[in-house]
């Protein structure tokens, strides 16, 4: 939706290749890979292009991780970590894991550039801290 928004859709390739998966690693602390076909990261990222031009940063991720759809595929993450916490570590008081307490970030896994330069994983230094409101 936030690719529509932005007016990104060209041939609708990049809305098409959007998948995102979510894991959780580290205690507090949860990871989305966005796949995608390369240029997403650009257009979501921006860059500083060869030729002197410039991709202004769209912050596509972001947005959409904050848009109602968002928040509810992150509260979903959140109550599926949390119950994954409580069956793995019952000693742990899982009451006291706060929402806000719970660092949110992403990297991407692109292909589709045929030079291959562009294709793999991508880390993002970018974090959204998830908001408290969306896991009342």
């Keep these: 939706m936030q690719i529509q928004r932005l007016g990104l859709v060209d041939t609708y390739g990049m809305k098409d290749s959007i998948r995102i998966s979510a894991a959780a690693g580290d205690l507090n602390k949860i990871s989305f890979t966005v796949n995608a076909v390369f240029y ?5 990222q ?4 060869w030729n002197g031009g410039v991709i202004v940063p769209q912050k596509v991720t ?3 991780l904050k848009s109602p759809l968002g928040l ?8 599926e970590y949390v ?3 409580t069956d793995n570590y019952p000693i742990l008081e899982v009451g006291r894991i706060i ?3 719970i660092r949110i ?5 692109l292909f589709g550039d045929e030079s291959g330069s562009w294709n793999g994983q991508f880390f993002s230094s970018s974090k959204v801290w998830a908001s ?5």
């Excluded at 970030?105 to 896994?109: A, H, L, R, V």
């Excluded at 408290?132 to 009342?136: E, G, I, T």
């Design 99 to 101: 929402p806000k307490s």
């Design 62 to 64: 972001e947005k959409a």
């Design 105 to 109: 970030e992403w990297d991407y896994n």
């Design 132 to 136: 408290p409101k969306a896991f009342l």
């Design 40 to 44: 997403y990261m650009f257009q979501d």
């Design 72 to 79: 509810k595929f992150q509260k979903q993450v959140m109550n």
């Design 46 to 49: 921006g860059a500083d292009l």
């Design 83 to 85: 119950a994954w916490l």
